[in-house]
């Protein structure tokens, strides 16, 4: 019964993945407006109010339902199906022939960060021209 409440815990599900992105609470704060222990409480909640969720979401770079069906255990099947060998003689190998180029996502990675950049520059700008 645990593991049901665990799976349905909204605020850990948001901790996860703010952590899997790399983002600090402080940072996910600034993008919401709030400070860092209200997303500590969030984070601490077992359910958040769908308009917050669709900010959170937003602010993390993921769907409302991204976060509603975030499951750890999904994401280390995905891991472990993409690092699975063919060839059972290769023994501490990796063997991943990818069905996409690697430099495209690189590419792509990049412009995602650039463009959050320029979201965080503009978002900045917006709140010392409130001033």
Do not use: C, W
Not at 30 to 53: H, M, P, R
Not at 81 to 100: K, R, Y
Request: charged letters at 30%; a negative charge.
């Amino acid at each position: 019964m645990e593991t049901m409440t665990k799976n349905n815990h909204i605020g850990r599900k948001i901790s996860r993945i703010r952590e899997l992105r790399g983002m600090k609470q402080e940072t996910l704060a600034e993008e919401l407006g709030i400070s860092q222990q209200a997303v500590s409480n969030i984070e601490n909640s077992e359910k958040v109010d769908d308009l917050k969720l669709e900010e959170i979401a937003k602010a993390l770079g993921v769907t409302k339902e991204g976060i509603e069906n975030f499951s750890e255990e999904n994401v280390l099947n995905i891991i472990s199906n993409t690092f699975t060998s063919n060839d059972s003689s290769t023994i501490n190998a990796i063997n991943v022939q990818p069905n996409f180029n690697p430099l495209d996502k690189v590419v792509e990675l990049y412009e995602r960060l650039v463009q959050a950049e320029k979201d965080k520059v503009a978002y900045l700008e917006k709140l010392l021209n409130k001033k």
